[in-house]
């Protein structure tokens, strides 16, 4: 199964950008990069997705390892709503996505 | 609004007794999943649905059941042969299921909290 891991928990400073690593080392040529996030006692929402080239979008970017063994959720600004858990998932065209624990990102006021 | 109905939000089960959770969707996706999430937990799959009247189990479907007689739902009963089954449960849906693209994109619900007395 692709795997990916990501560090238990960070912080970060209300209004200063916040980058989440994840490796995936077993990550296979068609796979796709998505990442999803969870507020408390919420369902998960999609941020953002891609596959090979750095992805923008109104949340946030998602930046691509040339070798696609790693990628880095960018968050420009954080506030105090992007506290929540961010997921980091490898997606196979005829496979499930696979939540691991995630990222528990902690905003600072 | 399109999106992604969960009733109820919280629900009690007395040990031994089944119960139906439900999940509605008016997104006109194809495919449906089931999560349960324990805390501090991610979330395991317990059945989805590519398609009506199809369904397939995931990693944790025993003491579990589901249907999709229609497309827009998909609703779980968590039978008395559920050993653990206070947890959180999550309904999502996506367009093409697991049989698209890797692009495919999840839309979850609000969940439903289950407690067995």
């Known amino acids: 199964d692709a795997k990916t891991t990501q560090p238990n928990s960070m912080e970060s400073n209300e209004e200063e950008p916040v980058h989440l690593p994840c490796n995936h080392s077993?990550?296979?040529?068609?796979?796709?990069i998505h990442w999803y996030r969870q507020l408390p006692s919420q369902g998960p929402e999609y941020v953002i997705h891609g596959l090979t080239s750095n992805v923008n979008n109104r949340m946030a970017s998602l930046a691509i390892a040339e070798d696609r063994k790693s990628s880095t959720l960018i968050l420009h600004r954080a506030t105090l709503r992007d506290a929540a858990v961010y997921y980091c998932?490898?997606?196979?065209?005829?496979?499930?996505?696979?939540f691991g624990t995630g990222t528990s990102l902690t905003v600072i006021p | 609004d399109g999106g992604i109905t969960q009733s109820p939000k919280y629900l009690f089960r007395k040990e031994g007794q089944n119960v139906t959770l439900s999940c509605e969707q008016n997104?006109?996706?194809?495919?449906m999943y089931w999560y349960r999430q324990d805390p501090g937990q991610g979330l395991r799959l317990i059945y989805y649905?590519?398609?009506?009247?199809?369904?397939q189990k995931g990693d944790i479907a025993e003491g579990y059941s589901v249907s999709r007689e229609k497309k827009e739902s998909f609703p779980l009963t968590v039978t008395s042969a559920q050993k653990n089954p206070t947890a959180f449960y999550l309904c999502?849906?996506?367009?093409?299921?697991?049989?698209?693209?890797?692009?495919?994109?999840?839309?979850f619900g609000p969940g439903t909290r289950l407690t067995v007395l």
């Open positions: 649905s590519q398609i009506v009247n199809d369904f």
């Open positions: 997104l006109n996706h194809d495919a």
């Open positions: 077993t990550i296979s040529g068609t796979d796709y």
């Open positions: 999502a849906s996506s367009q093409r299921g697991l049989i698209g693209f890797g692009s495919d994109t999840q839309y």
């Open positions: 998932i490898l997606r196979l065209a005829g496979n499930q996505f696979y």
